[in-house]
């Protein structure tokens, strides 16, 4: 990998060479100044003075109550293996199960009061067999999407 890098290198400064020597010439030149010994060419004055430094825009962070695509995909597998898997045991499970499942969608999403719904739901006997988590995020989203429109 190193030869491809070192290729790649010299094949740029080849065309560079070619195009623009006098451009090259003076990158060049201290190099050459090091290696003869001599010291260093004093660099021409700026053109124009520097501008003065100012920090780019802070990018618009997404908001973490607004969850995205890719989190919502992620929370409906979540809910939808844990309906699965926690639905056909019934009331056999502990709800320690229900509430860890609980703090994972609500570590995707953020804590949303569907998924507190839904995890005393899952705590009520009897009402655990239907799929609340599954129902809990399908209402997530759509509340996201109604913000969004």
Known sequence: MA???LGWTLLTLT?????RPSWLAARLRPL???????????LPPPAHPPAPYSAPPPAPAPRPDQPDRFRLLIAFLVAGAADTVL?????AMPVVFDL???AVLA???GLKPPIMLALVAEAIPGVGLFPSWLAAVAAV???ERKQLT
Do not use: C, K, N, Q
């Open 15 to 19: 065309f560079v060479a070619l195009a």
């Open 100 to 102: 860890g499942v609980a």
């Open 32 to 42: 050459r100044d090091l290696i003869r010994g001599e010291p260093p060419a004093p």
């Open 3 to 5: 030869w491809d890098i």
């Open 107 to 109: 570590g995707i999403l």
């Open 87 to 91: 639905a056909p045991v019934g009331e």
């Open 141 to 143: 989203a759509a509340s």
